[in-house]
Structure formats: structure tokens, C-alpha cells
């Protein structure tokens, strides 16, 4: 089954509530889709959100490295996903956000030609799935309270407040929030790198009575060192997100005793093909995996979908990106249950069963053979 065309486009989309964090904010999704046509008129589809302040890539590099990947892979068998993804990741160690796009849209091929959902293919069957929604920085507690009174009325039962302010800031939003929720709502926090070695344990230690479920990147993304000592000092689980980016990373994060969980997203592993390594080794060394997004919208959650869903290792789900999103793009793929806050429902639709509206797509540039 040979790739005979590949369509590269511009997908924007504005979101109603923008989530600050200690790095920037996510206002508004400048992404990329991917639809990739073999000679058998199978059709897969991917999406990349890149996200400068992590993954170093942004929408301009992406659509212009999309069109090498695509004559890289073009004429080739679209069922060799091994071989296909190794070609694209040998291509450039960055712009992981669009390798993730080509890579669930093979994914996505790959099941449609065995005429399984994808989470079959990958070898799992149904579970459910229920996502954590994410509060940002906010400037007052009682900013942070409203927001998690909105997502408590809507029926989450897990939030994760971004963190990461200076000093002990911190503790009294994340103290208000618990205090509103009540014990059987988890809370997590993600400091996204904010704080420095003497203010994450500071900060943790005054959570510690507050029953928190994991603290995400609370250091830079290249302090394994820190990450390990901090284990050591706090009785909270570590779960590196920025720290991980492929297996390489789940390796030595693992070796360096630095972390208690992982963070796979797609944008950062590029992919499907990688982030099964990353939950293999994470697996391996007894390590619960959790699934994270960037400002995707359902096409490319639906992939994170299939693959949290096929693996039960991935335990921790925080697939929120298009939550707030202004308009919907997509047709087919993953909802969030009307009724029940968070929980993720799916069809049996072959493939991650989505793909976008193609009006809602711009600056379409088309590669064959
Ligand atoms: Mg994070």
C-alpha cells in the first residue's frame, strides 16, 4: 500500500479561556493538519500543535519541514510504520509536533486497512477513560476558585491547577481549591518548570496536608539531578512532563531515579511509534504513565485517545486542550460525555475515526507522486 498524496494545511482556532502558565500561555491553537492518500484510497489524518515554548517548533516550521517529510515518505508503504517513522525522526531531532501529525495519520491508515478502531490495533479493548481539566495561573485566589467551581459544576472529577508563581504564592490557591472540592476530587499541580529547587520543596511541604496526586515539572527540564534530590525530600510523586520527550529521555529519567511518573504527549514524543517506547520502559521500571496534550483539537486527541485506551499503563489522562476551544473542526473522533465531567467517549469507527472539516482548514499545498 503505497503514500501517493499528502496534503499539508494551516488549522487556527481561538480558545474562550486562555491557560497562563509559568512559560507563556495557550490563547489560541496555530496548528497543523496532515492528510495522508495511499494508492488504495485510504486516507489518514493527523494534527500537530507545536508549541514553541517546549517543543521549539511553531506552525511556520512545521508546514515547511511537512512538505520534505512528505517527498521523504512519498511512493513508500504507508503499512511500514517502523520504517516510515524512523525516516521521519532521522530527518530532524526537532519539529516533534508535525512528526507526531504524519505518524497518527499512518496510524490511523494502518488500522483502517486491518478494519480495526485503533486502540484494537494497538492490541487494547474498551476502558474507560475520564481527563483531568486544567485551571491556569491565575491572578487572585478567588479568579482560581471561580474557574474551579465552573469545572465542579460541570462534573470533573480531577483538576490540575498550574502552579509555578514565586515564592509561596502557590499554596493558597491550590489550599482554596481543595477546600471548595472537597476529598474526592483529585488535584494535581504542574509548576511547567516555575519553580527552583528550595521554593518545590518549600511549596510542597505546605501542600502536604492538601492530599495532592503528583507534582508535574516542578524544576527546569534539564535538572534530572534536582528532580531525584526532590524525590527524595518530599512525600509527593514527581512526574516529569518537559523532562520527556522520547524514550531516550524515559530512559535516563529512570536511570536518574528522577521521576515517579511520565508524561507522554505526542507532540513532544512525535507519536504514536515512540510513545509506546516511552510507556514500554516506563512499564518496565514499574512506572505509571500519564497522557498530556499541547492546544490540540479531537482529531489528535482522538490518537491520544486510542493509545491511552489500548494501553492501561497509561493511568493519568489530562486530554483537556480542546475543551474551550471556539469552534470545532472535527468530524468523527473523541467527545466529552455531556453529562459526566471528563469522561471521553468513542465510537468504533476503523482507524482514531476522525478527520477534520476541510473547510475549516487553510493554505493547502498538496505532494504526490
Ligand atoms: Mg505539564
Known sequence: MKIEKIDIYTLNVSIKIPINTPLGAIDKAENVAIKITTDND???????????????????????????????????????????????????????????AFDMALYDIAAKAANMPLYQFLGGERRQLRTDITIGIKNTVEETVAQAQDMLDAGFDAIKLKVGRSGLQDVAHVKAVRELVGADVALKIDSNQGWDYPTAVANIKAMKDLNLEYSEQPLAVWDYDGLARLRNQVDLPICADESVFDHRDALKLIKAGAADYLNIKLGKSGGIHTGLKINAIAESARMKCMIGCFGESRLALSAAVHLAMAKPNIYFIDLDSCYHFETDPVIGGMRYDDNIGGLINISDDIGHGAMFKENELENRITIEM
Open 42 to 100: 485510504i486516507i489518514g489524518w493527523g494534527e500537530a500543535s507545536p508549541c514553541a515554548m517546549i517543543t521549539g517548533d511553531t506552525q511556520e516550521s512545521n508546514y515547511a519541514i511537512a512538505q520534505t517529510m512528505a517527498r521523504l515518505i512519498m511512493g513508500k508503504n504507508a503499512l511500514a510504520i517502523d520504517s516510515r517513522m524512523n525516516e521521519i525522526n532521522s530527518l530532524t531531532v526537532g519539529d516533534s509536533s508535525v512528526r507526531s
